[in-house]
């Protein structure tokens, strides 16, 4: 499988709403699976790696959300 790779211009305000956007769909789909029987046995600590190698969906997400606070930090200092 090949990795892909996406390249987005948005203004600082832009980015901003876009983080808040995905970091709300992050915390919602972790929720639904966080307590579901299928991790009731993981440990806390390993629990949300597992939850990422389980679901690219949410994976994505949390690259995506490290992503733009990353330049979004970059662009403030």
């Known amino acids: 499988m090949a990795d892909v790779t996406i390249e987005m211009t948005l203004s600082t305000h832009q980015a901003r709403a876009f983080l808040r956007y995905q970091l709300t769909q ?9 307590h579901s029987d299928k991790y009731r046995t993981v440990p806390e600590g390993m629990r949300g790696p597992r939850v990422l190698r389980d679901y690219p969906h949410i994976a994505g997400l949390h690259r995506t959300i490290r992503a733009l606070r990353k330049q979004l930090q970059e662009a403030q200092a």
């Open 26 to 34: 992050y915390e919602v789909l972790m929720a639904e699976v966080w």
